[in-house]
């Protein structure tokens, strides 16, 4: 009566909990060996495909899995991200040892998490014995709401600047870096900082291109 029959041709994907998904500090892995007969209740709905929610952190060989099943979309998300924040510490860190100064992102994003806990005070239990480490650590990753802030980008600009003109070498870089994505960054330019953030974030992309050849994955 309402019109709502005519919703569903605007419908492209179902979402399905097929056992993948992690906590702040564990992730739950896909049960390959797990007969779902997904293929068969779709069948009936030929212009649907499946969603699979929350696919960061699993091993390469589930994405194909996955899309075995009919899960057309595979959401990722605060998988990128975290490499996101775990490229800029790498790179702090190096500059760090350099320079013999103590890191400077780090600090700054836990004052900013303490002062500002809106974006993770329903995901962490701040009374955690390890709530030191799953502000920055954790993999839900709820830094990432806090990049925006000017205080972290001036730290992050500054780190990046600095990385750039302080001629860090690839034996440096290979203290924090996997040899895949100082590989991966040399075929993006060489190693410099804005290239080994891109590639430690294509690592954690690149499961997710499984039709291609991979190269890395949850071994970095």
């Known amino acids: ?67 075995e099943l009919g899960f057309g979309f595979q959401k990722v998300g605060p998988a990128l991200t975290y490499a996101w924040r775990r490229a800029l510490y790498a790179l702090d860190q190096i500059l760090a040892l350099r320079l013999g100064q103590a890191p400077r992102i780090a600090p700054v994003m836990r004052d900013l998490m ?25 993999l839900a990753d709820r830094i990432r709401y806090y990049w925006t802030d000017k205080t972290a980008q001036a730290v992050v600009n500054g780190v990046l600047a600095e990385f750039e003109t302080a001629n860090i070498g690839q034996i440096e870089a290979a203290e924090f870096f996997c040899p895949t994505v100082i590989s991966r960054a040399g075929t993006l330019g060489g190693v410099t900082a804005r290239n080994l953030v891109l590639a430690q974030i294509q690592e954690a992309l690149a499961p997710y291109l499984w039709s291609s050849e991979h190269v890395g994955g949850l071994e970095c």
């Open 1 to 67: 009566d309402h019109g709502r029959a005519q919703a569903m041709n605007q419908v492209l994907g179902l979402v399905v909990q097929p056992g993948v998904e992690f906590s702040p500090s564990q992730v739950h892995h896909f049960p390959m060996d797990r007969d779902f007969d997904l293929s068969g209740v779709m069948a009936a709905w030929p212009n649907l495909t499946l969603e699979a929610h929350s696919t960061d952190y699993q091993h390469p060989s589930v994405y194909p899995k996955l899309a």
């Open 114 to 138: 303490e002062r500002y806990p809106n974006y993770w005070r329903g995901h962490y239990d701040a009374s955690d014995p390890q709530i030191g480490s799953l502000l920055h650590l954790g």
